[in-house]
């Protein structure tokens, strides 16, 4: 009997956090700051990618990755992964910079849009959070002009 009551007690407590956290938690979001451009080579372009991640909760997060895609117009520019041990501030943005190389065949491709005055982007990315819960991954869609 009182083995029913403990689990009954928990897994309603586990029903109404949940429920909490379903209400209160914030996805965070992503956006490019700024691309910048190092080196042209044949091989492709080496450069900088520095993104914004906001986080809108009242609590900081701890992000430890980012795996991230970066698209000018329709054309695959580049991708990646950072790992990271950093913590996003409560209702703060974190500002985190990657190395980037556009291949040859994609800074065609992105050259391409650019010439025909397409200037939007789209950035996709997982984040990757480390919590007392366990691992925890985001995914956000970023979009806007270069």
């Known amino acids: 009997m009182l083995r029913t009551l403990v689990a009954c007690a928990l897994v309603s407590l586990f029903a109404t956090g949940c429920a909490f956290f379903g209400k209160t938690v914030e996805k965070p979001t992503a956006q490019v700051r700024a691309v910048s451009v190092g080196a042209v080579s044949f091989s492709g372009i080496d450069g900088e990618v520095a993104l914004d991640i906001q986080n809108p909760n009242a609590f900081g997060v701890p992000l430890s990755a980012i795996d991230w895609q970066l698209s000018v117009g329709g054309a695959h520019a580049v991708d990646g992964r950072i790992e990271l041990a950093q913590t996003i501030p409560a209702k703060g943005t974190a500002p985190v910079v990657a190395a980037l190389h556009i291949d040859a065949r994609d800074a ?21 959070f480390s919590t007392t ?7 956000v869609q970023g979009t806007g002009e270069l």
């Open 108 to 128: 065609l491709a992105v050259a391409g849009e650019l010439s025909r005055g397409t200037r939007t982007y789209q950035l996709h990315a997982r984040l990757h």
């Open 133 to 139: 819960l366990g691992p925890i991954s985001v995914d």
